[in-house]
């Protein structure tokens, strides 16, 4: 693979978030896809009309707080960093919190439930967003399980937690929530307002309208500037809250973190499996590393060896350190020597509407 001249995006990008409207042309080519977003489409539709019109039913866990985080887009909006933000706060309110997860990628359908305190289970087990969570946030405790009113539950009468967070539950109405947070990034907004597979929406814009508080993911420099793309006039009276990502640490192979120029001016191989790689490019290059070379990989892709041991002969070639996701790392095997980036979270607007939302409307101090 050649060195990537510039964040370009992938291929599935490229048709999900066009950087310019689509000729005639592009269209036709991409009809296809049209046609199979409209059988998805009618699906998604049917299943919201029966739970907007009451004929399937979310269930209630009396006693438990349960704040949804979800989204709209397939990947790559910035979900995981919100609910690890989140889920901080919770705990230094002295909450006692839990993750409720269904695990996306993992092998294994066994209910777990586990925190970062203690020996974790394997990738394939769990998948790797649980895992992150869990040693970002040790002191939480994860339940991964597709049946989500099963995990709170358990999380309520087993472990005695006040207050879960619906990882990804946007879209999972069967379990009732008293918040519902649906990230958004701003860069792409929601990109071509298609639904899958010919755009990256997972139901239709106007469904936003069930969201009771947008986390957008900024990406202005300052507090004040305008949004980069415009949302659904459904989302015009929601309140929202803008936050801002920004990498806070390097991570060494040996777990030791770095301030964020410790790699400046150095050459760096880039190994990832996202749903968005270009964002990932584009963060490094802000740490001032350049980017030499670049294994992309779809999102939550499990690496062979083989792949892997063509990262390590690259990476040798050019004389550079690979550089990852902290998702990815997760998914590396043991003893792989990679350079993590750490994404720190800042919000630069709403605290109060997220006050509200995180039931913390009394608390005092910044977020």
């Excluded at 949804?68 to 933000?85: C, D, E, I």
């Excluded at 996202?274 to 070379?293: A, H, I, M, Q, S």
Aim: aromatic share 6%; glycine share 10%.
């Amino acid at each position: 693979m050649s060195p990537p001249a510039s964040e370009s995006p992938t291929a599935i990008e490229r048709v999900f978030y066009p950087p310019s409207p689509e000729d005639w042309g592009r269209r036709v080519l991409l009809s296809p896809l049209t046609a199979l977003s409209w059988s998805y489409a009618a699906a998604v539709q049917l299943r919201r009309a029966l739970y907007d019109k009451g004929l399937l039913r979310a269930e209630r866990v009396e006693g438990l707080r349960v704040l949804s985080v979800g989204n709209l887009n397939v990947g790559g909006t910035g979900k995981t960093p919100a609910v690890l933000y989140l889920a901080e706060q919770l705990v230094r309110a002295g909450r006692k919190v839990g993750i409720l997860t269904r695990g996306y990628g993992r092998r294994s359908r066994e209910p777990l439930t586990f925190t970062g305190a203690q020996p974790l289970p394997s990738v394939e087990d769990a998948g790797d967003e649980p895992l992150l969570l869990a040693t970002r946030c040790p002191s939480v405790r994860l339940f991964v399980n597709p049946d989500r009113v099963a995990s709170a539950l358990r999380a309520r009468d087993e472990f005695g937690l006040d207050t879960v967070l619906l990882d990804d539950g946007f879209q999972h109405r069967r379990l009732a929530r008293d918040e519902d947070l649906v990230v958004v990034d701003e860069a792409v907004g929601l990109g071509n307002g298609h639904m899958l597979p010919r755009g990256p929406l997972r139901e239709p814009a106007s469904s936003i309208r069930r969201a009771t508080l947008l986390w957008v993911r900024t990406s202005a420099a300052a507090v004040g500037e305008p949004p980069a793309v415009s949302l659904p006039r459904e989302a015009e009276s929601i309140p929202r809250v803008r936050a801002r990502y920004g990498p806070s640490a390097w991570v060494d192979p040996e777990g030791m973190s770095h301030p964020p120029e410790r790699l400046r001016g150095q050459g760096v191989l880039a190994l990832a499996g996202l749903g968005r790689p270009g964002g990932f490019l584009k963060t490094l290059r802000t740490l001032g590393v350049e980017v030499v070379d670049a294994a992309l990989f779809p999102d939550h892709h499990r690496f062979t060896a083989e792949e892997l041991e063509d990262v390590v002969q690259r990476a040798a070639r050019r004389g550079v350190v690979v550089t990852t996701t902290e998702k990815d790392a997760v998914r590396l095997p043991p003893g792989f020597e990679a350079w993590k980036v750490r994404l720190g979270v800042e919000v630069l607007e709403g605290a109060a509407h997220l006050y509200r939302a995180l039931g913390l409307a009394g608390a005092s101090g910044d977020l």
